[in-house]
């Protein structure tokens, strides 16, 4: 199982129709099973959601639960995933150096690589990735993680098409029926309007032929009924 067939079996789960959650998931499990990597069982991806300039943590694995907490949110610039993000260039630390600003009691020591997902010019997340203290950098790991950030990216991008189509039909559809419902209240009051006119005129003190040809021209007249040819 070598990089290449990693980065095949991404772009195979990247066009499955799964949750955007379930598919960052299950690839970063991919990517840290890549032998080739040496990398530890550990790391985590980050989107940019709502808020500009700000990473959410969306799927991880193994992550002491000091770092799930204090990583759950990363402005661009804070700590290696926070500048990987901000330069939209991948970060590398052998060791706990002094980039690393968030630290924590208890946490092993380690390195990193942090790769970020970009599309068109702009930041979509990080991919976090632990290392051995002391593991040395490899331009060919770089590249790997390079390609799987790229192959995440149009994953992203087509979630979020989606999301933004479903958005769209349902707000159509919300049109529409609001719509519907307007217009059958403007019926029900147009029709109790004639009724109304049609009860006053039996109400009247005039011969019933008369009464009769009146109530026929309200009801001729009324706007619910479609116009004569």
């Not at 959650?21 to 991806?45: K, M």
């Not at 009691?105 to 970009?118: F, K, Q």
């Not at 032929?209 to 001729?220: N, S, W, Y």
């Amino acid at each position: 199982f070598g990089n290449q067939d990693a980065v095949t079996s991404l772009l195979a789960l990247s066009m499955e129709d799964a949750p955007l959650g379930e598919l960052l998931h299950r690839a970063l499990d991919l990517i840290i099973a890549v032998p080739s990597l040496s990398l530890q069982p550990t790391g985590a991806i980050f989107l940019v959601e709502d808020q500009p300039g700000v990473l959410v943590m969306k799927a991880q694995k193994d992550l002491p639960p000091a770092m799930q907490e204090g990583c759950a949110q990363v402005r661009f610039g804070f700590c290696l995933c926070g500048r990987a993000a901000e330069s939209q260039e991948a970060q590398f630390a052998a060791e706990l150096d002094d980039r690393h600003e968030f630290t924590s009691d208890g946490v092993p020591a380690h390195g990193h690589y942090c790769v970020p997902i970009l599309s068109a010019g702009r930041a979509l997340g990080v991919i976090c990735l632990w290392l051995d203290a002391g593991h040395q950098w490899d331009r060919g790991e770089e590249d790997f993680l390079k390609a799987a950030g790229d192959v995440l990216a149009c994953a992203i991008m087509r979630a979020r098409a989606e999301e933004l189509w479903t958005a769209q039909e349902a707000a159509e559809s919300a049109k529409q029926q609001a719509e519907e419902s307007l217009a059958l209240l403007r019926s029900t009051y147009e029709t109790q309007s004639v009724l109304d006119a049609v009860m006053g005129l039996a109400l009247q003190d005039l011969p019933l032929g008369e009464i009769l040809a009146k109530a026929l021209d309200v009801v001729l007249a009324a706007p619910f009924l479609p116009t004569p040819p």
